[in-house]
């Protein structure tokens, strides 16, 4: 009885060993990296957000990241998988400024005057680059994935 106990421990252990081979629980989506810049009305974008929402059936990764000098890269491990993407990019002019004016916010360091409280700063960035966007970029694997976004200022 004893050998046959022992073998079905054996034969357990292996079952239940290989059960596992693979669940380290990583990524194994084909994610490729992104990069690029963004300038409005011929400046870089001075701070913002730029987001790839999928377009097609093959993306399957919505990503996003920050914008900074105008520039932006989304690094492979959290970019997107290969396809075609929409792509929203948002910046406010508490973010261009710096300078927080939603209600409640303390006056920036140093200042002893109160700020005004007049809300959520504005979008400065048209409709056609965020909420009715505009702008696409097809990512593919293996290729360098950078893309320049030259947006028009408000009129």
């Given amino acids: 009885m004893d050998a046959r106990f022992a073998r079905l421990m054996v034969v357990l252990g292996f079952v239940a060993g290989t059960g596992f081979v693979g669940c380290g629980g990583g990524d194994d989506l084909p994610r490729q990296s992104v990069s690029g810049t963004v300038t409005l009305g011929g ?7 730029i987001e790839f929402e999928p377009a097609s059936p093959e993306a399957k990764t919505p990503v996003g990241g920050e914008i900074k000098d105008g520039a932006f890269r989304i690094p492979r491990d959290q970019g997107p ?6 792509v929203m ?25 109160k700020l005004p409280q007049i809300g959520p ?14 702008l696409t970029a097809k990512v593919e694997a293996g290729k360098s994935n950078t893309f320049d976004f030259p947006l028009n200022a408000k009129k």
């Fill in 43 to 49: 400046q870089p974008l001075a701070q913002g957000r």
């Fill in 81 to 86: 998988t290969p396809g075609d993407y929409k």
């Fill in 89 to 113: 990019i948002t910046a406010s002019g508490a973010m261009a400024s710096g300078v927080d004016t939603s209600p409640g916010a303390e006056p920036p360091k140093g200042s002893k005057k």
């Fill in 121 to 134: 700063a504005p979008e400065l960035i048209p409709k056609e680059y965020n909420s009715k966007t505009t």
